[in-house]
């Protein structure tokens, strides 16, 4: 009976008095005094904050930490883009990536893949194929976006290529 009830105790009794650190978040104080003065916006809310974005906080205050300087000027570079476009184009790129993240992780390795193939060409055959898109109506565009969900291109998805 008493082996019943010690077994009770810790399949429903104990979770109950588990550390429950983890929903209730970071304290302010375990961050690094760096964290810190980077969090500061964050200070006076941080307690109200989700647990969930305290950590993406710290964790994002710790990436920046770690950059060498010519890597958190093209941060910030990046960022003042992102601050520059319209408010809907934001919300587009937010929508696009809430779509990539449903992707199988193969087709998201993928579309890193040919967006990375992209990038490594250079700037001008970059800007052609930008005009070239442009150029193409909505229909053009959705077709070839059509043929190449039914049949991509092969070259392009081998990374040996």
Not at 121 to 148: C, M, Y
Request: hydrophobic content about 35%.
């Amino acid at each position: 009976m008493i082996r019943l009830f010690i077994l009770l105790f810790w399949l429903l009794g104990a979770p109950a008095l588990a550390d429950t650190s983890a929903d209730t978040g970071i304290p302010w104080e375990r961050l690094s005094p760096e964290q810190q003065r980077l969090l500061t916006p964050f200070a006076e809310r941080w307690k109200n904050l989700p647990p969930e974005r305290q950590e993406r906080l710290q964790r994002g205050a710790q990436r920046w930490l770690e950059m060498a300087p010519e890597q958190r000027a093209q941060a910030r570079e990046r960022f003042r883009r992102w601050q520059a476009l319209p408010p809907e184009r934001r919300e587009a790129i937010r929508e696009r990536f809430r779509h990539f993240r449903t992707l199988p992780p193969e087709q998201q390795q993928r579309l890193l893949r040919r967006w990375q193939r992209f990038q490594d060409l250079p700037p001008a055959e970059r800007e052609h194929l930008r005009e070239r898109w442009r150029q193409l109506t909505p229909e053009q565009r959705e077709a070839l976006r059509e043929r190449w969900r039914q049949n991509p291109p092969r070259q392009l998805d081998d990374p040996s290529h």
